[in-house]
């Protein structure tokens, strides 16, 4: 059974840099394209960055194209999610999630799989 641990998240400022972490823990971590999410308060979860099973290929929303990079390590066993000049907009949680598939979509009902998720406040 997969389970998903993401960490990293804190405080930054506009302009900054934080690097999120999403830890795999279960069988075929190479197999699995994985995906990056997050939710602001009142607002529907939506789709930030995945990667594909062999990190390949790389997709991101458009708000965060430019800025944010998603990576996947095998040495680790993990999913990181460095976020350079993320822009001023309150706090989100960002989730770690995967379909269990290798590739990769946006919609997020067609992930089964979810980490707790890290929160993220950024400040002007």
């Known amino acids: 059974q997969v389970q998903l641990a993401e960490s990293g998240g804190g405080q930054v400022q506009a302009g900054g840099s934080l690097k999120l972490s999403c830890a795999f823990s279960?069988?075929?971590?190479?197999?699995?394209?994985m995906s990056w999410f997050r939710q602001s308060l009142g607002k529907e979860r939506e789709f930030v960055a995945g990667?594909?099973?062999?990190?390949?290929?790389?997709y991101y929303a458009d708000s965060v194209k430019g800025r944010f990079t998603i990576s996947k390590d095998k040495s680790t066993i993990t999913v990181p999610l460095q976020m350079d000049n993320p822009m001023p907009g309150g706090t989100a949680v960002y989730y770690c999630?995967?379909?269990?598939?290798?590739?990769?979509?946006?919609?997020?009902?067609?992930?089964?799989?979810w980490g707790r998720g890290t929160q993220v406040p950024v400040s002007t």
């Open positions: 999630a995967t379909l269990n598939s290798a590739v990769v979509v946006t919609g997020v009902d067609d992930y089964d799989c």
């Open positions: 279960g069988p075929s971590f190479i197999s699995y394209g």
């Open positions: 990667i594909t099973w062999d990190g390949g290929r790389t």
